[in-house]
């Protein structure tokens, strides 16, 4: 007869590992928390969230989510790479006044580096516009980020929403059409590559 083994037995969320994770390298690899799991090979794949306010320490911006996916992990150490980002409902609502019109284009692009995202663009008028001036704003919006798309690549693509010189670089162009008080890029998303199953998002620990 075999002798039962004697021991105590590791809890299993003790027998895990925490991982720090950071953002990518052009938001100066921030730390925006902890996830913990069985292996370094567990956490590839998982998605995590901070505002931007949390990223560069700037409270101005905590109404912009940003969203990463962890690529590589190296000790304990998780770095990822943007998938997208979201601005809060209440940030949204700010901006809508009346007698004036909100006008949302939901635009695809390529980078130069392959990578295919979806933008959504919000336009905020100064006045309530009509039918063909809503029409004009928006084939005006598509033109101008699919021509520029063409010399971005994924790094110049996440600057450009977060510093927002795309918007302002949009804003030049469709006040030329009708007067318009913000463009703001509240949403992208970058589509996974061909075979990419979706992963599990990650509440991540907050940093301390």
């Given at each position: 007869?075999?002798?039962k083994?004697?021991g105590?037995r590791?809890?299993?969320?003790?027998?895990?590992?925490?991982?720090?994770?950071?953002?990518?390298e052009?938001?100066g690899k921030?730390?925006?928390?902890?996830?913990?799991?069985?292996?370094?090979?567990?956490?590839?794949g998982?998605?995590?969230?901070?505002?931007?306010?949390?990223?560069?320490?700037?409270?101005?911006?905590q109404?912009i989510?940003?969203?990463?996916?962890?690529?590589t992990?190296?000790?304990?150490?998780a770095y990822?790479e943007?998938?997208?980002?979201?601005?809060?409902?209440?940030y949204m609502r700010?901006?809508i006044k009346r007698?004036?019109?909100?006008?949302d284009?939901?635009?695809?692009?390529v980078?130069k580096?392959?990578?295919k995202?979806?933008?959504?663009?919000?336009?905020?008028?100064?006045?309530?516009?009509?039918?063909?001036?809503?029409?004009?704003?928006?084939?005006?919006?598509?033109?101008?980020?699919?021509?520029?798309?063409?010399?971005?690549?994924?790094?110049?693509l996440?600057?450009g929403i977060?510093n927002?010189?795309?918007s302002r670089?949009?804003?030049k162009?469709v006040?030329?059409?009708?007067?318009?008080?913000?463009?703001?890029?509240?949403?992208?998303k970058?589509?996974p590559?061909?075979g990419?199953?979706p992963?599990?998002?990650a509440?991540?620990?907050?940093?301390?």
């Open positions: 007869m075999a002798k083994q004697v105590r590791v809890e299993g969320w003790k027998a895990k590992s925490w991982f720090k994770v950071h953002t990518p052009n938001l921030a730390y925006i928390g902890d996830t913990i799991a069985n292996d370094a090979e567990s956490v590839v998982r998605i995590m969230q901070a505002t931007l306010g949390e990223i560069t320490n700037d409270y101005a911006k109404h989510k940003m969203r990463f996916r962890v690529a992990v190296t000790g304990d150490a990822t943007f998938v997208g980002h979201e601005v809060t409902r209440d700010s901006l007698r004036s019109t909100r006008i284009c939901i635009i695809p692009i980078t580096d392959g990578k995202v979806r933008l959504t663009i919000s336009c905020y008028t100064l006045a309530r516009a009509n039918v063909s001036q809503i029409h004009a704003i928006r084939n005006a919006i598509a033109a101008n980020v699919q021509a520029q798309a063409q010399a971005w690549d994924m790094n110049t996440v600057n977060v927002g010189e795309i670089d949009i804003f162009v006040k030329t059409l009708y007067p318009i008080r913000r463009i703001e890029i509240i949403k992208s970058v589509e590559a061909p990419t199953a992963a599990p998002e509440a991540a620990a907050p940093a301390v």
